[in-house]
């Protein structure tokens, strides 16, 4: 990986490892329907005028069907399930379950893009001991009394769609500037959200002055926006560009470390059993399974 890829890789694991405790944070006093529609409101507000100025939007719109297509991969799904799953999941736990992604994207990478390198040993092993990696940290902490498991199954197909969403762009949207993509992405976001999510913030805001929203609510809302998904997104596409979608997915590596950590030291959230086990399981595995071969 070049110079430029490595320090793409790092801001984006740094931009995308703080929105689970924000979004923690936020999910706490607004609705989930709320919280989505902040995020893509604000991000796609602050990337419009990038768009305008960069001639981006036009060319976004004439790819719209993938357009859509990656914003309900991307974010209709995923953003609904994670911030759905945090109200019962750790932070930590659920960048755990997002760090399945590169596993992800391999076997879908076999099955739909021709891409065989699963088919060798070290990929088969890799493949495998990153699911064991899964397999205990659901195991354990469910039995433990740690999991939802239904939240994190939700996660998971999350991942899923994180997976498949950056291999669509690499392929079909490859031409179209990244910020006429995510601005009209989200813009697409705003309008299924819109009914639920502004009536959830009629509810709060309309409630006991006591369950109201704080200061931190407020502003783990504007991050998430500004810097977890416009910022981000540019990043991630960026990163995209210069080390294609599969070795791209293994920013999920550092999102889960950074949530690991800003849980345990911010949120005061447990290292489980299931953590201690599974994590280096699914980050051996992975890296081994995402791995390009030599020869």
């Given at each position: 990986?070049?110079?430029?890829g490595?320090?793409?890789?790092?801001?984006?694991?740094?931009?995308?490892?703080?929105?689970?405790?924000?979004?923690?944070?936020?999910?706490?006093?607004?609705?989930?329907?709320?919280v989505?529609?902040?995020?893509?409101?604000?991000?796609?507000?602050?990337?419009?005028?990038?768009?305008?100025?960069q001639?981006?939007?036009?060319?976004?719109?004439?790819?719209?069907?993938?357009?859509?297509?990656?914003a309900?991969?991307?974010?209709?799904?995923?953003?609904?399930?994670?911030?759905?799953?945090?109200?019962?999941?750790?932070?930590?736990?659920?960048?755990?379950l997002?760090?399945?992604?590169?596993?992800?994207?391999?076997?879908?990478?076999?099955?739909?893009?021709?891409?065989?390198?699963?088919?060798?040993?070290?990929?088969?092993?890799?493949?495998?001991?990153?699911?064991?990696?899964?397999?205990?940290?659901?195991?354990?902490?469910?039995?433990?009394?740690?999991?939802?498991?239904?939240?994190?199954?939700?996660?998971l197909?999350?991942?899923?769609?994180?997976?498949?969403?950056?291999?669509?762009?690499?392929?079909?949207?490859?031409?179209?500037?990244?910020?006429?993509?995510?601005?009209?992405s989200?813009?697409?976001?705003?309008?299924?959200?819109?009914?639920?999510?502004?009536?959830?913030?009629?509810?709060?805001?309309?409630?006991?002055?006591?369950?109201?929203?704080?200061?931190?609510?407020?502003?783990?809302l504007?991050?998430?926006?500004a810097?977890?998904?416009?910022?981000?997104?540019?990043?991630?596409?960026?990163?995209?560009?210069?080390?294609?979608?599969?070795?791209?997915?293994?920013?999920?590596?550092?999102?889960?470390?950074?949530?690991?950590?800003l849980?345990?030291?911010?949120?005061?959230e447990?290292?489980?059993?299931?953590i201690?086990?599974?994590?280096?399981l699914?980050?051996?595995?992975?890296?081994?399974?995402?791995?390009?071969?030599?020869?």
């Amino acid at each position: 990986m070049s110079r430029k890829g490595l320090l793409l890789l790092l801001a984006s694991g740094l931009a995308w490892g703080i929105p689970y405790l924000l979004i923690r944070i936020a999910v706490s006093q607004f609705d989930v329907a709320s919280v989505v529609l902040a995020r893509v409101v604000i991000g796609g507000t602050l990337l419009l005028p990038f768009a305008i100025h960069q001639k981006a939007f036009l060319p976004a719109l004439k790819q719209w069907r993938w357009v859509l297509a990656f914003a309900l991969l991307e974010l209709v799904g995923p953003w609904f399930l994670i911030t759905f799953g945090e109200k019962t999941l750790s932070s930590s736990l659920s960048g755990l379950l997002v760090a399945t992604v590169p596993l992800w994207a391999v076997i879908l990478g076999f099955f739909f893009f021709g891409d065989r390198s699963l088919t060798n040993p070290r990929s088969l092993a890799g493949f495998g001991l990153g699911f064991v990696g899964v397999a205990l940290l659901v195991g354990i902490d469910a039995f433990s009394g740690h999991l939802d498991v239904t939240a994190a199954i939700g996660v998971l197909l999350a991942a899923v769609g994180y997976a498949i969403a950056p291999a669509l762009a690499d392929r079909k949207l490859r031409d179209v500037p990244a910020s006429g993509v995510m601005t009209l992405s989200m813009m697409i976001v705003a309008v299924i959200y819109a009914v639920p999510g502004i009536g959830g913030f009629v509810r709060v805001m309309t409630g006991p002055v006591a369950s109201q929203p704080t200061w931190s609510g407020w502003a783990a809302l504007a991050i998430l926006g500004a810097v977890c998904s416009s910022l981000a997104f540019l990043i991630f596409f960026a990163l995209i560009r210069e080390v294609g979608s599969v070795r791209a997915t293994l920013t999920a590596y550092l999102n889960t470390a950074i949530a690991i950590l800003l849980g345990v030291v911010f949120l005061n959230e447990p290292l489980t059993l299931g953590i201690i086990i599974g994590f280096p399981l699914v980050l051996i595995g992975s890296y081994i399974a995402s791995r390009k071969q030599q020869g």
